[in-house]
């Protein structure tokens, strides 16, 4: 079956700092991946995805690449704000369970202290 | 504003109670899931309609249950409830091109106390 597997939280650091939350999963056939993000209080907001192998998915200074030789889809920011504190999310979709439904991973809360 | 709604955002009720969760989704869009969120169990994928008919099933309860309308909207039912049903409720939507890749939109979402 399909399944995310993504770094424990918590993090916490500091303003400017470097970020990285590591992803990697499992999948049937080929799949679409995700970052979702949650800030507190509210529903859940797509980051970024990459549908292929190669792609690089961008938004808000956050970067991540879709690795298929390493299964992986690790998600970067150069430089935090306090603002970028939430929960964020790995997921993916796959085609080849015949659906679209989302499997998430379990999620990391991140803190930026200013 | 991710354009899903969902009502209420919250619910309080008892044990061996029935509840239901309204979504709409989207303007355009014709596939609703519905998702769990909870501490223990993660984001769980439960249950998916597509332009009215059930696509895929998940790790949903017997006790639960879910319709989509001619509307689009979609309801999920949520019957004797136990106080391990607490959780939040999020209904998300998308256009479901049959390419896969498609974004899905989620909704504030719903949170479920049992008490």
């Known amino acids: 079956g399909n399944s995310v597997t993504q770094m424990e939280g918590p993090v916490t650091l500091s303003e400017e700092a470097f970020l990285t939350i590591n992803c990697t999963y499992t999948?049937?056939?080929?799949?679409?991946l995700f970052w979702y993000v949650q800030y507190p209080g509210e529903g859940l907001q797509l980051l970024l995805k990459?549908?292929?192998?190669?792609d690089k998915g961008s938004n808000k200074g956050f970067e991540a690449t879709y690795r298929k030789e390493t299964t992986s889809f690790h998600l970067e920011k150069g430089s935090v704000q306090v603002s970028d504190s939430a929960v964020y999310f790995c997921a993916l979709s796959d085609l080849g369970s015949n659906d679209y439904k989302l499997s998430f991973g379990a999620g990391t809360t991140v803190t930026v202290r200013a | 504003d991710s354009g899903v709604t969902q009502t209420p955002k919250h619910l309080i009720t008892a044990t061996g109670q029935r509840v239901t969760l309204r979504c709409s989704p989207r303007s355009g869009d014709l596939s609703v899931y519905w998702y769990q969120q909870s501490l223990d169990q993660g984001l769980q994928f439960l249950i998916q309609?597509?332009?009215?008919?059930?696509?895929a099933k998940g790790n949903i309860l017997e006790r639960f249950s879910a319709q989509q309308f001619p509307d689009l909207h979609s309801e999920l039912n949520l019957s004797s409830l136990e106080l391990g049903d607490s959780a939040l409720y999020f209904c998300?939507?998308?256009?479901?091109?049959?390419?896969?890749?498609?974004?899905?939109?989620f909704g504030p979402g719903t949170r479920l106390t049992v008490l």
């Open positions: 309609y597509y332009n009215g008919e059930e696509r």
């Open positions: 990459a549908t292929k192998a190669d």
């Open positions: 999948a049937t056939g080929y799949p679409s």
């Open positions: 998300a939507s998308s256009v479901d091109s049959g390419r896969g890749g498609d974004t899905q939109y």
